[in-house]
């Protein structure tokens, strides 16, 4: 499949350049990329082993740690962190999102170290430039705003919602145990996240035309005031988490249907609405293929009006209204097609609930703790080989570079999946088989094959740590 413009692999030479300047911006911010006083004559590669050190009285001027020499041209220079903190507007009425104030408060209360962690764990099986691709083409390739996104993304993950070290780590299992607790908020918590993946209000269910996997939303079974609005906020961000692993490159958007068959005005409840739209406009750019409003009743006209002027101009774009299966049949084949949206899949959502054992290697700390540290390794080799490639003048080499980097980013695509098991609690889409050890898809396993009944083949599926785990 032909990877679309803007992409890890289809960038014009003007887009190339945004990037390499993005990566200087984001790497400065961490204090990875440093300014440092050299010598003219000292080599680059003494510059790599010497950071900050000044062991000469010849003329000096600023070079940058592991670069070779940079044009020093007027236009041509990326801006620096104070540069663009000097440039901020807290109250721009153009900040939809409130982002440029986060923005400020993040570099003021986050350490450069929690900033890059956030960051790397942010991109898990992905390469390190899509992710942060999505945010340049989200902002239009202005370098300033698109920072200014990703690091708002990045404080909402790790100080907001607590994304990966929370909803992801602890997950349906985690969910199951917390009915019983005796703390009536978690146990309020774990009933309301629960509920919703056993009725199924929303499910990911195979792929459409153009290969992206779909999330089905069933608005009829939502009723306001049912569920908390934490509770319903975390299984928005866990089903989108969740989704990111069934995307198959080069696809890396997904299809969303809502399902408005039998709506009526009391399933309509806009703060859930208003929240599912800041995720994707704010914390998940670029994610959204196509949203398909499916059998939207006469009721939903008005209610449509207010939700589209919440949209960004982009995302609205993206919205298409469906009536019947023959409109639906346009995007997704018919027979991939769930029966209860009339399809012929033969497929009905039915919850399989965590099965004891499942989530036996998340207990091993010890071998999480060496695949870290084996990542980590990879995400300074992959920093260092793109200091390289941003101060290369030479576009052979700089080529060449950049093909290592890619040979890097593959790497930590594979090492991503040895650490899943010990990082993310297992998912109803890892039970029945959607997801599957290593990183590999079927978006359309047998509904039998992985029913177990009993924690035994939930503890095979886990596993005991392997050797292949740990190089």
């Not at 690091?151 to 199951?176: F, L, Q």
């Not at 806009?270 to 959204?288: D, G, Q, R």
């Not at 609930?353 to 390794?377: C, F, H, S, V």
Request: glycine share 6%; with cysteine.
């Amino acid at each position: 499949m032909e990877q679309l413009p803007g992409r890890p692999g289809n960038l014009t030479p003007e887009e190339d350049e945004k990037l390499r300047k993005f990566w200087e911006m984001f790497l400065r911010v961490c204090n990875v990329l440093v300014e440092e006083t050299i010598t003219e004559s000292e080599p680059a590669s003494e510059t790599a082993s010497r950071v900050g050190t000044a062991t000469s009285d010849k003329p000096k001027k600023k070079r940058m740690s592991l670069f070779k020499k940079k044009k020093d041209k007027d236009g041509d220079k990326t801006p620096t962190k104070s540069q663009v903190i000097e440039t901020i507007k807290e109250n721009d009425p153009e900040d939809k999102w409130g982002e440029n104030k986060t923005y400020l408060e993040t570099l003021a209360t986050h350490p450069p170290e929690l900033i890059r962690a956030t960051i790397w764990t942010m991109v898990k099986h992905d390469h390190p430039d899509a992710l942060l691709l999505r945010f340049l083409r989200a902002r239009k390739w202005d370098l300033q705003r698109a920072l200014v996104m990703m690091m708002s993304t990045m404080n909402w993950r790790c100080s907001e919602s607590h994304v990966d070290d929370e909803i992801m780590a602890n997950g349906e299992e985690h969910a199951a145990a917390n009915e019983k607790s005796s703390d009536p908020r978690s146990k309020k918590l774990a009933e309301d996240f629960l509920a919703q993946l056993r009725m199924g209000k929303s499910y990911c269910y195979g792929t459409d035309k153009a290969g992206r996997p779909i999330c089905i939303v069933r608005a009829r079974l939502h009723r306001a005031g049912e569920q908390s609005e934490e509770g319903l906020e975390r299984f928005t961000v866990y089903l989108i988490e969740t989704t990111r692993f069934m995307l198959n490159p080069p696809i890396d958007t997904a299809c969303v249907v809502f399902d408005l068959t039998g709506f009526s005005l009391q399933n309509m409840d806009y703060t859930p609405v208003k929240f599912m739209i800041k995720c994707f406009e704010a914390n998940y750019p670029e994610s959204l293929g196509v949203v398909l409003v499916h059998k939207a009743p006469w009721v939903f006209q008005g209610i449509w009006k207010i939700v589209r002027g919440w949209l960004d101009p982009v995302v609205a774009s993206k919205v298409h209204f469906t009536n019947n299966i023959k409109d639906l049949e346009e995007f997704i084949a018919k027979e991939r097609i769930p029966d209860d949206l009339e399809g012929s899949s033969g497929y009905t959502y039915q919850y399989k609930e965590p099965i004891p054992g499942e989530n036996a290697k998340m207990k091993d700390i010890e071998t999480k703790e060496k695949l870290l540290q084996e990542r980590e390794l990879l995400y300074e080799e992959y920093e260092t080989k793109t200091i390289e490639w941003i101060g290369e003048l030479d576009a052979t080499k700089r080529a060449t570079i950049h093909s290592e980097r890619d040979a890097i980013a593959k790497k930590l695509r594979e090492q991503y999946w040895r650490l899943d098991p010990y990082f993310r609690s297992r998912s109803f889409y890892d039970r029945i088989g959607v997801i599957k050890p290593g990183g590999h898809l079927d978006y359309y396993p047998s509904q039998t094959a992985p029913a177990a009944t009993n924690g035994t083949a939930a503890a095979v599926a886990a596993g005991e740590t392997s050797t292949d785990d740990v190089d």
